[in-house]
């Protein structure tokens, strides 16, 4: 039985990151606008220190302006949405990131609300998710995004397949399921309390997986031929590395599934390095219709 052919993340990023560098090219030569991405971080959570040093870097090789903003784990609310208010006011500053989780003495829901829609480069407004669901111009969520590009870039046309989202997230779930509505397919939201999940999962052409839950999703799950996303980063204990080491894992039993699907992503290396490329993306996309340009049809 041959394997299913890897999804490389990793250098598909590389290809989305190369076209927003010439984008910013052409921002910067053609129209003297240079793009401006603001990330904001509560606190000293390791992960998110880590995700805010590569957002910054990615940002700068891009050609782009990068905003750091490091806040201490105790700041009041009034204080974050002061300066939210004051990076919505800033011209130089396309894009606004406010790294989550936040810390329990802020509400999320009206932090994200504060950020203006056309600078909200994560795509978590309600006005964007609105928008998503009604066929608009929305700025959509990074991680279903570079899932759609993967799947676009895989499959071609897409219309008529069946489409399992295993996943009911505000942040990958739900925009998946808007956007591979937009692409014709017939599309079912599926998550932990799902009746009969493996068989929902049998049933897929396109199976994204976006639950959180370490390998849940088996090899003898996936429809011979089908194509897997798996979004789940998990990490979970690898005493055969030594005492106390740990590896990373999806959401799918990759090598199992991996002899049924005929495309799939591995985790790390998948769908991780197409989220900060679409960021980037995200954030060409904000400068250029801040300005009044069609962020599709720069020159």
Not at 249 to 255: I, K, L, R, Y
Request: net charge neutral; with cysteine.
């Amino acid at each position: 039985m041959s394997l299913g052919s890897i999804i490389d993340g990793k250098a598909f990023a590389l290809k989305v990151r190369e076209a927003v560098r010439q984008d910013v090219e052409i921002l910067k030569s053609n129209h003297k606008i240079t793009p401006g991405l603001a990330v904001v971080l509560l606190g000293e959570d390791p992960a998110s220190q880590v995700y805010v040093r590569s957002k910054g870097k990615a940002t700068i090789e891009a050609g782009m302006n990068s905003f750091e903003h490091k806040l201490g784990p105790l700041t009041p609310q009034e204080e974050l949405l002061t300066l939210v208010k004051k990076l919505n006011a800033d011209d130089a500053v396309h894009g606004i990131l406010v790294q989550l989780p936040l810390p329990e003495q802020i509400d999320e829901a009206t932090v994200l609300e504060t950020i203006s829609p056309e600078k909200d480069v994560d795509g978590f407004h309600v006005i964007n998710a609105g928008l998503l669901a009604t066929g608009g111009d929305a700025m959509v969520a990074c991680t279903p995004l570079g899932c759609l590009m993967m799947l676009q870039e895989t499959l071609g046309d897409m219309s008529g397949k069946k489409a399992v989202i295993v996943g009911r997230s505000n942040i990958v779930g739900k925009p998946m399921a808007q956007l591979l509505l937009g692409e014709n397919c017939t599309v079912t939201i599926a998550h932990s309390r799902t009746k009969n999940l493996a068989d929902e999962c049998r049933s897929a052409d396109i199976l994204v997986a976006a639950v959180g839950r370490p390998e849940m999703i088996k090899g003898d799950w996936i429809k011979p031929g089908a194509t897997v996303i798996d979004v789940g980063i998990n990490r979970i204990s690898a005493p055969q590395k030594g005492e106390g080491k740990t590896r990373l894992v999806g959401d799918v039993e990759f090598s199992e599934a991996q002899m049924n699907a005929s495309a799939i992503t591995p985790v790390p290396g998948g769908v991780g390095p197409m989220t900060i490329a679409c960021l980037l993306r995200n954030t060409i996309t904000a400068a250029a219709r801040i300005n009044g340009l069609d962020p599709k049809k720069l020159k």
